[in-house]
């Protein structure tokens, strides 16, 4: 049995380039808190798992692209201290998601979000400090020249300038109606954790409405919660945002009893008559999304 290997047209290569990238600079010049220890768990946890869930799931074998992003994407925003088992569980929930929280065969949330959310949570680590960046406009820098590449192979534009654009007029509300100093009303928008998560992990197109006008509400919903969050002092409120929007679209679907199919650019979804069963949708739309 041969092994399948991503598509040239598949956003994950592209990203897998750009968070090697990120590691690399963390490790050797920004001096991350991260240890070696806790990046080669983080990875191993979702490129194994994923990995194996995917066969049981298909039958095929697989480059686990998804768990490879994961991996590394975790690897640069969780920080827990010197503890290597913050970064296990936050692998294996990030992955397991996929598979375990989902509806008609399709899973809501994006799994490093998920895995982050339930983390920060539990209260068993916390989201990397901003002046581990370097404390500078290089690695800001990097992250939207490299992110606003990623926009190109994602085809999210509506979305990521909706979400900027409701973001700012957060950030000015936050400064003028509830006289919040400058740094906290649009301190996070200059830190490369918010590049990251703008073009990296929020136009994730699995998770994510296809059309214009769903993009726009998603987008606003994500900041009106954000805002929210923000005014209660809540801690990195974003990837709780994210994640609680993410709750509210699934509870959605299981309400209406419908759900919609978004795939990355360049694959095909086929998604089987209504008179195949659940499990056998299932499988199918799986496959086709590898």
């Given amino acids: 049995m041969k092994i399948q290997l991503p598509s040239s047209k598949d956003p994950r290569v592209y990203m897998v380039g750009v968070l090697i990238l990120f590691l690399t600079l963390t490790q050797l010049f920004l001096g991350f808190s991260q240890t070696r220890e806790q990046i080669v768990a983080s990875f191993l946890t979702c ?60 899973h809501f949330f994006n799994p490093t979000n998920f895995g982050v959310a339930i983390i920060l949570l539990l209260g068993v680590g916390s989201i ?14 990097i992250a939207l020249s ?21 973001f700012l007029c957060s950030a000015f509300t936050l400064k003028l109606f509830f006289h919040e100093s400058y740094s906290l009303a649009f301190g996070l928008i200059t830190g490369a954790p918010f590049q990251l998560f703008t073009f990296f992990m929020l136009p994730d197109p699995r998770t994510t409405p296809s059309s214009a006008r769903g993009q726009i509400g998603f987008a606003a919903a994500v900041v009106f919660t954000d805002f929210v969050l923000r005014v209660f002092r809540a801690d990195v409120s974003l990837f709780l945002a994210l994640f609680f929007v993410d709750v509210l679209v699934l509870v959605a679907a299981l309400v209406s009893g419908s759900y919609g199919v978004s795939q990355w650019p360049g694959q095909k979804i086929v998604v089987k008559s209504t008179k195949a069963s659940a499990e056998d949708r299932g499988i199918a739309i799986e496959r086709s999304m590898r």
């Fill in 47 to 106: 490129v194994l798992l994923d990995f194996i869930l995917i066969y049981v799931t298909t039958k095929e074998l697989v480059v686990p692209m998804s768990g490879i992003v994961s991996g590394m994407s975790l690897s640069l925003l969780l920080d827990s201290g010197t503890r290597v088992l913050p970064f296990i569980l936050c692998g294996a929930l990030s992955i397991c998601s996929k598979y375990i929280v989902k509806y008609k065969g399709k």
């Fill in 128 to 141: 990397t400090p901003g002046y581990q960046w370097g404390g500078g406009t290089t690695a800001l820098w």
């Fill in 146 to 166: 490299m992110g606003g590449m990623t926009m190109f192979r994602v085809k999210r534009f509506v979305l990521i300038f909706s979400f900027l654009f409701f």
